[in-house]
């Protein structure tokens, strides 16, 4: 290949990675939307009880259980531009059902229920091809910034997004912005339509539980990923948990208005903005595995200061924990996807996203459940004391496995 072939490939690359990027922010924004609206219908337009807000979260994740593991298995046998714009119009569908359902009287708990769920199930498909198609994009000595950028815009997203969905709220109500997040899913699907398809190569028939079992085993046996997976699954069981009391706490116990919810669940996207600035320089001077520990170490005592916003002047320190527990789960994320990314095999690499997504999202709902459970048999209040202090679970894995020893994830190979 000729010096201006390569050039001319590098800049192609590069507008297949922005367009990819921008796909993703798009949508992304409209879910962070939706993060604030979605609850606050269930509780305002349909007075939904605690258990039923926490189910709703719940549903909101539940496809992990579900299609994680086969979601590996799909993603490598699929065309994969074809089948993330099919995940984007089904989501887009499903959540422009609700507005359409209220403006017609006929909106229901069970189809806002029904609606996360599909939602979710589109999803699962969806991230587990985008992690997949990211490497394909980028070499392996990109691979950390272009995560960190992908996650600051996440975390840009994850703070700007609620924040303007709680200010709507109050204009607009929170019905009609579940259809904003609608028409991102279709503006999503609309710039994924024109990049290059990537179609899967030509491979031998074998049994779908066959090609499961050996992303799972990989994934198992290796040193550093198990350990990894694990303080993704407690950390995220955690996270879920929290975030389905966050608006009941913020509401019922704090008095708190939407635009402040809002607000407070925008301070999850600050300390992912940080966290998402500082990884790569963290893993330059300390390495990604002291990184990781550091950084679930700090998050997990930050984490003990939300339980203590007990009124409407005290919201400070529910914004600093937050702030605090997102900061430490996105430089530990961007340190261990960076990691599977580089070091598993390419024709594993789909089934070792999945299994590490079945496990450490999987988490998720059964997080948001439990919360539900403690708040009812605890009270709110008691209930976020427990969630929070479970952050200090998640580095003890770290520092019991093989991490605790290295400095870099990479300097171990399974």
Not at 295 to 310: F, R
Not at 371 to 398: D, E, K, M, Q, R
Request: net charge positive; with cysteine.
């Amino acid at each position: 290949m000729t010096t201006s072939q390569a050039a001319t490939r590098g800049t192609n690359d590069s507008r297949t990675f922005w367009r990819f990027w921008f796909a993703s922010t798009v949508s992304s924004a409209g879910s962070n939307m939706t993060s604030v609206a979605l609850p606050l219908v269930a509780l305002t337009n349909l007075h939904a009880t605690t258990s039923q807000v926490t189910l709703l979260a719940a549903a909101s994740q539940a496809a992990w259980l579900f299609l994680g593991l086969p979601a590996g298995v799909i993603v490598q046998k699929v065309p994969l531009r074809g089948l993330q714009v099919t995940m984007d119009l089904v989501r887009m569908t499903a959540m422009g059902s609700v507005p359409v359902a209220w403006w017609l009287d006929r909106l229901t708990f069970v189809h806002l229920l029904l609606t996360a769920l599909i939602t979710s199930l589109a999803t699962v498909l969806f991230d587990v091809g985008s992690s997949t198609f990211l490497p394909a994009l980028v070499s392996k000595d990109e691979l950390t910034a272009r995560n960190s950028l992908i996650s600051g815009t996440d975390a840009v997203n994850s703070t700007g997004a609620p924040s303007l969905s709680g200010v709507l709220i109050k204009v607009v109500g929170a019905v009609d912005v579940l259809l904003i997040d609608s028409v991102s899913y279709l503006l999503s699907a609309a710039t994924l339509w024109t990049l290059p398809e990537r179609r899967p190569k030509a491979q031998p028939q074998v049994p779908v539980w066959t090609l499961i079992r050996e992303g799972c085993l990989f994934v198992l046996r290796h040193p550093v990923m198990r350990p990894c997976m694990i303080w993704a699954a407690l950390s995220n069981f955690c996270t879920a948990a929290l975030m389905a009391l966050t608006p009941l706490y913020l509401v019922r116990e704090v008095g708190a208005s939407s635009t402040v919810v809002g607000l407070v669940i925008a301070s999850d996207g600050v300390g992912a903005l940080f966290g998402s600035m500082v990884a790569a320089r963290l893993a330059a001077r300390i390495g990604t595995a002291r990184a990781m520990i550091v950084s679930a170490v700090a998050g997990g005592v930050l984490a003990l200061l939300i339980p203590m916003t007990t009124t409407r002047g005290t919201i400070g320190f529910f914004v600093i924990g937050n702030a605090g527990v997102a900061m430490a789960l996105v430089i530990g994320s961007i340190m261990a996807r960076t990691h599977r990314q580089v070091e598993s095999p390419p024709d594993l690499l789909s089934r070792v996203m999945a299994t590490v997504r079945f496990i450490s999202w999987g988490a998720l709902p059964l997080g948001a459940l439990l919360s539900g459970v403690l708040a009812n048999a605890f009270g709110l209040h008691t209930a976020l004391w427990i969630v929070c202090a479970g952050f200090l679970f998640a580095p003890v894995v770290l520092v019991m496995s093989t991490v605790r020893k290295l400095r870099d994830l990479s300097e171990v190979r399974a």
